[in-house]
């Protein structure tokens, strides 16, 4: 009988395997020499400008996706219907936590992903923080000091972190849905007006631009408030991304 295994795989250290086998010269002491990898691919090297979304914890996030975790699934067979027999499977738990745990067997194999994440309206998204920095941090990220300690500019915290942590959040969680999906896999994602824009860019990067297929607009509501003053929102979207061309 197979031992079990009891830590998901570590999806970094995967990751960068098939760039040393692809690109020998790139890897060295479990570091990617990254100026050397795009010489590879023929870009010329003038700096380090280029098109990208960014925010204030992406790197943390970009990592958190990878970074294996000891947790296992544990069935509720008393609180199952005819367990035996069903091919339908509820997992409770953190949505993280649980992508994660479910890489090794659904990788490549689900045709379909549906998601409805939070939308960060201010009170509907509640969430484990591991991407907090604390406030010198922030600061020094979000650009507020310069080199030389003085000060540039100064957002408040609720302009700048409400949206980092949104996208901090939903980045991981949409890197691992994309390993599950197989080739010709398709995702669905809910959102509305306030994060469309930052979810749009980043399905973009994790899916890539040219995956992206259509966003739907649905009406959510038949009948707007009556107020003059406001312009009611009565449309959601849906952002619809394929796992390759």
């Not at 009988?1 to 795989?9: A, G, L, V, W, Y």
């Not at 997992?91 to 992903?113: A, H, T």
């Not at 920095?133 to 500019?153: A, H, I, N, P, W």
Request: net charge negative; aromatic share 12%; glycine share 6%.
């Amino acid at each position: 009988m197979n031992n079990p295994k009891f830590e998901t795989p570590d999806l970094s250290a995967e990751n960068m395997a098939r760039l040393a086998e692809l690109f020998p010269g790139v890897v060295a002491d479990g570091k990617v020499n990254f100026d050397l990898l795009r010489s590879y691919v023929g870009e010329e090297i003038f700096g380090d400008e280029a098109y990208e979304f960014t925010w204030v914890g992406k790197r943390a996030a970009i990592a958190e996706a990878g970074r294996p975790i000891r947790k296992t699934l544990r069935p509720c067979i008393e609180e199952s219907k005819k367990w035996d027999t069903t091919k339908n499977l509820y997992i409770e738990g953190d949505n993280l936590d649980v992508l994660k745990l479910l890489q090794e067997s659904y990788l490549s194999k689900v045709r379909m992903i549906y998601i409805d994440p939070p939308y960060n309206t201010g009170n509907d998204f509640v969430y484990r923080d591991n991407f907090a920095v604390d406030k010198d941090e922030y600061d020094e990220e979000s650009g507020v000091y310069d080199d030389d300690g003085d000060r540039l500019f100064r957002n408040t915290e609720s302009n700048g972190r409400f949206h980092s942590d949104w996208c901090s959040m939903i980045y991981p969680r949409l890197v691992l849905a994309r390993n599950m999906l197989s080739d010709d896999g398709v995702i669905f994602i809910s959102i509305d007006d306030g994060e469309v824009a930052q979810l749009r860019k980043i399905c973009d990067e994790v899916f890539g631009w040219e995956n992206f297929i259509s966003t739907i607009v649905w009406q959510k509501r038949y009948s707007p408030a009556n107020d003059h003053k406001t312009i009611c929102p009565i449309h959601d979207f849906i952002l619809v991304y394929q796992k390759s061309n």
